[in-house]
């Protein structure tokens, strides 16, 4: 009996100690650690609207035609071998009161709501006149692979005409040009 309790307490000693050894391999304490940092960066793209109000305006002289200049800054990182970028815009809301212009449906033949555009790189500024709609969204800039902004953002504009059609009534007019950036 006594050679059975014996073996018992060797079997427990052994089971134990192992147990012991399992847990100091997973956490021992000294004067320095260490931890392996891991960061995945991905594709990103902001931009904002600095110009929150764009005045149109038909000086100097008569019946010329209403220009104005919106300016953003943008921030983006493309994917490095693949990647694309771009900014658009869409007429969100249309010109509001009757007789006066309109994006969608312009009063007369050949009235529009154009756009140029200026972008600081890695832009591509698009290709103007572009003529701005309610229905989809027109480019402003493009991105190939590896673009990165500056930490700050980069610069950009959007340089608007309007026809100066004289079948609009007088009265202010307001619309709603919404810019969206996006990276891959």
């Known amino acids: ?78 994917t490095q071998s693949t990647g694309t970028g771009a900014v658009n815009v869409k007429i969100t809301s249309d010109f509001a009161g009757a007789g006066g212009p309109s994006v969608a449906t312009p009063p007369s033949a050949g009235d529009a709501l154009t756009y140029s555009c200026t972008v600081a790189a890695p832009a591509t500024a698009c290709t103007g006149p572009v003529t701005a709609l309610t229905t989809a969204t027109t480019s402003v800039a493009s991105f190939g692979a590896d673009a990165r902004s500056a930490k700050a953002g980069n610069s950009g504009s959007v340089s608007w005409t309007l026809t100066n059609d004289p079948v609009y009534k007088t009265g202010t007019y307001t619309a709603t040009a919404t810019f969206t950036i996006s990276a891959t």
Do not use: C
């Open 1 to 78: 009996m006594n050679h059975s309790r014996s073996g018992w307490r060797l079997t427990m000693a052994v089971i134990l100690m192992a147990g012991l050894g399992a847990v100091s391999a997973f956490g021992q304490f000294a004067a320095s650690g260490t931890t392996t940092l891991s960061v995945t960066v991905a594709a990103e793209a902001s931009i904002s609207i600095t110009t929150t109000t764009t005045t149109l305006s038909s000086t100097p002289g008569l019946f010329v035609d209403y220009t104005g200049t919106t300016a953003f800054t943008y921030k983006i990182r493309t």
